[in-house]
């Protein structure tokens, strides 16, 4: 069934935005948002696998994340936190994570629609993917001086 083709990819979509919602917080100043930003991303890596919010090792010990995002889970889970840049590039590799899902998904529907049509059955019987149609822009990190209106104090974070 086509449910079941995309059941993953639902779970990717959702990721995705999640990702993009993580980075934006952590540019933001929100120092625990680079945690769920490496949550994020092993989600997208392997989304119907045993990544969990809060268990290090279902990231740190899973061969479908590259290890370039282990290192930087690493660095997260130490204490540490990620650089503006290292979040932009993220938030660059979920992005195109997705569009290659998007474009296999693309391949994926034709077959079950000319399958579903040669069978008597109607093309709109076989929903779009539902993959975040545009791609989304790396989130900049604003710092606003000290004593401007909203200003972080950063060593405070």
């Given at each position: ?36 930003t ?39 889970f ?43 059955g ?12 545009a ?7 604003v ?15």
């Open positions: 069934k086509w449910e079941q083709v995309i059941k993953s990819d639902v779970e990717v979509a959702a990721r995705f935005k999640a990702l993009a919602s993580s980075v934006a917080l952590a540019q933001a100043g929100n120092p625990s948002a680079d945690g769920a490496i949550f994020n991303i092993g989600k997208i890596y392997d989304p119907s696998g045993a990544v969990q919010e809060g268990d290090k090792n279902t990231i740190l010990g899973n061969p479908s994340i590259p290890q370039r995002i282990q290192l930087l889970a690493q660095t997260v130490k204490g540490g936190s990620l650089t503006p840049d290292q979040r932009a590039d993220l938030l660059k590799i979920g992005n195109e994570l997705v569009k290659n899902k998007e474009n296999q998904l693309k391949r994926y529907q034709k077959q079950y629609i000319k399958k579903n049509t040669a069978l008597g109607d093309e709109s019987a076989i929903p779009a993917a539902p993959i975040p149609a791609p989304m822009a790396p989130a900049k990190q710092r606003k001086p000290s004593g401007a209106p909203g200003a972080v104090n950063w060593k405070d974070l």
